[in-house]
Nanobody
Framework: QVQLVESGGGSVQAGGSLRLSCEAS????????MGWFRQAPGKEREGVAV????????FYADSVKGRFTIPQNNAKNTVYLQMNSLKHEDTAMYYC???????????????????WGQGTRVTVSS
C-alpha cells in the first residue's frame, strides 16, 4: 500500500510559478512510477508529468513541456511539480499518482495508477 500526501497549490496570476509536493510512504519509493495528473471542471483527468523514481526518466504532456518540471528528492521520498509560466488553462485540481510499473509503458493512462493523493487546487487568473 502506498500513501501519497500532497502540498502546495493555490492561486497565481498568469505567468507566475507554483510548486506542488507529493510525499510517498508505505512502499519502496525507489520502484515507483510517480507523478501528477490534473482535472479541470467538465474535463477528463489527464496526465501532466511523471518520473521513474528508480531510473529518473521523466515524461511530460505536450501542453506543459518547457514550462513544468518534475524533480524529486529521494531522501524525502518526494516528487515535486515545478510549474512556471502558468497559463489560465492550467487551472485544475492536481492529483499525485503512483504505482509499480515502468513509466514508459502507458504513463498517461490514469487507469494504470492505483494510488492517488487527495488533490490540490491550482487556480491561474488571466
Amino acid at each position: 500500500q502506498v500513501q501519497l500526501v500532497e502540498s502546495g497549490g493555490g492561486s497565481v496570476q498568469a505567468g507566475g510559478s507554483l510548486r506542488l509536493s507529493c510525499e510517498a510512504s508505505g512502499y519502496t519509493y525507489s520502484s515507483l512510477c510517480m507523478g501528477w495528473f490534473r482535472q479541470a471542471p467538465g474535463k477528463e483527468r489527464e496526465g501532466v508529468a511523471v518520473i521513474d523514481t528508480r531510473g529518473h526518466s521523466t515524461f511530460y504532456a505536450d501542453s506543459v513541456k518547457g514550462r513544468f518540471t518534475i524533480p524529486q528528492n529521494n531522501a524525502k521520498n518526494t516528487v515535486y511539480l515545478q510549474m512556471n509560466s502558468l497559463k489560465h488553462e492550467d487551472t485544475a485540481m492536481y492529483y499525485c499518482a503512483a504505482d509499480l510499473f515502468p513509466c514508459r509503458i502507458g504513463w498517461s493512462d490514469r487507469t494504470r495508477f492505483g494510488y492517488w493523493g487527495q488533490g490540490t487546487r491550482v487556480t491561474v487568473s488571466s
